[in-house]
């Protein structure tokens, strides 16, 4: 299939699905396509009367929202270069990637707007409050005079009336064009500036239309969860759904699991998209508890009856997301084993795909019917994936990526890039893995946390966590080396211990059993020390995988 023009794309789902509705804050407005069209009308007046040119950078960070969303659209409709950050960064985080990337205007959510310092970015022209586009801070008299006479410069504009034929978008001159900047998180200290070209965003597109099109139709509803700003939100929560003429809602307040349950019962979404936290969430609350007594697990393990309760289960699971969806992808970080195991053999719709902000984000995938449980997927449209390993069915090797999704590089960053890059096209991941001869590729843990055991063995300390993460009183924790032992530090559940009244004691106790439980489980090379219990979370990066960089 040739590659389309991105913001044609835009444009035709827009002027096709003019009359149904597009956006909702979960519990709050409704924007249809055409309301969409308007508002982006609207701020592309707003942007030409204030100077802003195609190819400037225009940033937005703020929780995921109608607004936010009509903002972002209408940044890449105009021509001008998207910088989306993630709200959960700290204000100095925030100040730094303005700044870096240059940015003209920056869009604020209410919250960001409390904590940004406007004097920390001394080049923008503006910052506009994300719920109603009003001036937050304006440098230049252009941009006051264009958003005090918007109504009217837009009644100077279209004198009679605002309809399909007056929505036009230019599109990109070539897929390499720059379409966005996004800031990596990374788990590994300071963020580099992903520079996403449209033929990514549309390779992406193409790919989500070829496997998920013919199973969700214009006006379903979806559910966007994962922050925008993150490309895995944004590819698969919102541009493919905008584009394919869905109606997404967006949970604008703190998802915890309660109220993604809620969601998901009210909404009842076509596709699912999440990251392992979610599903894990929901499982552990939801559904194990009345999986605990005894002749439930006597039950299981009789073949005949089995199938039949299993069928129970999984439509209890099914209800538990709403009921409706053809299935559930998850990606984002490891998936947990024990969890993983159970979704499969109760035959439950899900399949686990893989990719990095670098392509956009896809790089493997396969539908839940050929999904094989432990891998990622294989190879998606417009990529090719090889393992850089002598044999790379048996020795894990560094996973590289080609093709359309690949970024163009990072923003004012060639030695970063140069680093992943290499000359034949090839996208470093970092990340180790395995490929059986179907192609299914098996994720072994990321290259930069690898540990050397004593005799050079390679200990992959994830694998290790994920076992370690399904014993008792364990809510997450990470393998750490210290001269040649391997120590584990574990968070443990305080609702148990609290519910439980356990004393320290008995935790430690506790903890000791699961050591050995755990090292019964492992090769000597990689036993566990000791365990040492925190008490605090772990800190996180936004994509909630824990920033191991602080506990070495």
Request: charged share 20%; net charge negative; with cysteine.
């Amino acid at each position: 299939m040739d590659m389309l023009p991105f913001r044609s794309i835009i444009e035709k789902s827009i002027i096709d699905n003019w009359n149904r509705d597009a956006l909702t804050d979960y519990k709050g407005a409704t924007l249809q396509y055409h309301d969409v069209a308007r508002k982006i009308e609207k701020l592309h007046i707003l942007f030409e009367h204030s100077g802003v040119r195609k190819g400037d950078r225009i940033a937005l960070c703020g929780r995921n929202s109608t607004q936010w969303a009509v903002a972002f659209l209408a940044t890449l409709t105009y021509g001008a270069t998207a910088v989306p950050i993630l709200h959960e960064f700290t204000a100095d985080q925030i100040h730094h990637i303005v700044n870096h990337s240059e940015s003209k205007l920056l869009f604020v959510g209410d919250v960001v707007a409390t904590q940004i310092d406007a004097t920390a970015m001394p080049h923008l022209e503006g910052i506009i409050n994300i719920p109603d586009y009003s001036l937050a801070v304006s440098r230049t008299d252009s941009l006051t005079n264009a958003r005090e006479n918007l109504n009217a410069f837009f009644g100077q504009k279209y004198p009679k009336y605002f309809r399909q034929q007056h929505v036009k978008y230019e599109a990109e001159q070539s897929g390499d064009e720059l379409a966005l900047i996004n800031y990596t998180s990374g788990t590994t200290g300071f963020s580099k500036g992903v520079m996403i070209p449209y033929r990514a965003l549309w390779g992406n597109y193409d790919f989500a239309e070829h496997v998920l099109g013919g199973h969700v139709k214009p006006g379903d509803s979806t559910i966007s969860i994962l922050p925008m700003a993150h490309m895995y939100g944004m590819a698969f929560e919102f541009i493919f759904e905008f584009l394919h003429g869905c109606h997404v809602y967006f949970l604008n307040r703190m998802p915890s699991p309660a109220i993604i349950a809620q969601a998901f019962a009210d909404v009842r979404p076509a596709i699912i998209i999440a990251v392992p936290l979610v599903i894990e969430k929901i499982i552990k609350k939801k559904v194990l508890p009345k999986l605990q007594n005894g002749t439930l697990k006597f039950l299981l393990k009789t073949p005949i009856i089995s199938r039949k309760i299993e069928q129970k289960i999984c439509e209890q699971v099914v209800q538990a997301f709403g009921g409706r969806f053809y299935e559930i992808i998850i990606g984002g970080a490891a998936f947990n084993q024990e969890v993983e195991s159970f979704l499969h053999r109760i035959g439950f719709p899900y399949t686990v795909g893989y990719g990095a902000t670098e392509c956009a984000p896809i790089i493997c995938y396969q539908d839940y019917h050929s999904y094989v449980p432990g891998s990622c997927g294989k190879a998606v449209i417009h990529m090719e994936v090889k393992i850089d390993s002598p044999d790379p069915r048996n020795v894990a090797g560094e996973i590289l990526a080609r093709g359309m999704n690949v970024m163009l590089g990072y923003y004012k960053n060639p030695e970063a890039t140069e680093e992943v890059l290499d000359a034949e096209g090839w996208y470093h991941t970092g990340d180790l893995g395995v490929m059986d001869e179907q192609g299914n590729v098996f994720i072994k843990g990321r290259s930069k946390n690898m540990l050397l055991g004593s005799n050079g063995q390679n200990i992959y300390p994830e694998e290790i966590e994920d076992k370690m993460n399904s014993l008792p009183l364990v809510t997450e924790s990470i393998v750490v080396q210290r001269e040649e032992k391997l120590v584990a530090l574990v968070y443990p559940d305080a609702d148990e211990i609290a519910q439980q009244r356990m004393s320290n004691e008995v935790v430690q106790q506790q903890m000791e059993q699961n050591r050995q439980d755990l090292n019964s489980l492992l090769p000597a090379y990689c036993k566990i020390s000791s365990i040492e219990i925190r008490t605090s979370e772990f800190e996180k990066t936004p994509k909630k995988s824990i920033k191991r960089y602080l506990y070495k």
